[in-house]
């Protein structure tokens, strides 16, 4: 195997009971990383391939069982643990956290504050960014995740319309996400609920009734209506 870097012993930081260590190129890997270049830290050497151009740079962190492997680049301050994977041409940077059982491959970016789990799988150009959070759900083809939105197990997203986002909605000021699923449906999910449309109805009219002064709970029918609407084509 012609190794592509080595782990600095002197050069190691300590996350939970773990210690990471700085890794640097025995060899010229990418563009922009020549034979010397200093990485970010990896647990040991199964958590990054020495085939391919794959990389950790900066401050970035790869441990426990993830690997990171093809081409793929993880910088910044990133995080990706657990039995996670970063493969093919995926990037995960910014302050983006992939654990668990999550898988973000081909050309898939997690960037910003967004944290991937679970068994959730990107793929091909989606990109998961803001502070949105992806647990289980399937994202691929062009979709975006953005924002605060929350993306669970049923979720089977493939492009910038299956997917919607509202922030600040009623008096709690909540974000309601509303997302294709794997069977065609749309799915809400929101602070303290998650289910169908005709659910998240039957929610908003148990919550706040009938009273017409209830302005947040027209302002939500309203809403159930516009995610009707925007998911009807």
Known sequence: MNRKYRLLPSDSIIVGSRTLYRVQALRDVSEGV???TLGGYIE??????HAGRAWVADSATIYQ???VSGNALVQGHAVVRG????ADDARVYG???????ARISERAAVFDNAIVSGKACIAGDAIVYGRSSVHDGHVFGRAHVRGNAVVLGSARIKDFNDISTFDGIGPRASVVTAYRTGDGSVEVVCTGFRGSLAQFRLRVQADHGARRKDKAGWALLGLANLIEFQFSG
């Open 44 to 49: 040991c050497e199964a958590n990054l391939s």
């Open 34 to 36: 020549v034979h010397g």
């Open 95 to 101: 302050y983006a956290q992939v654990a668990t059982n």
């Open 83 to 86: 039995s996670s994977s970063v």
């Open 65 to 67: 069982n993830a690997v």
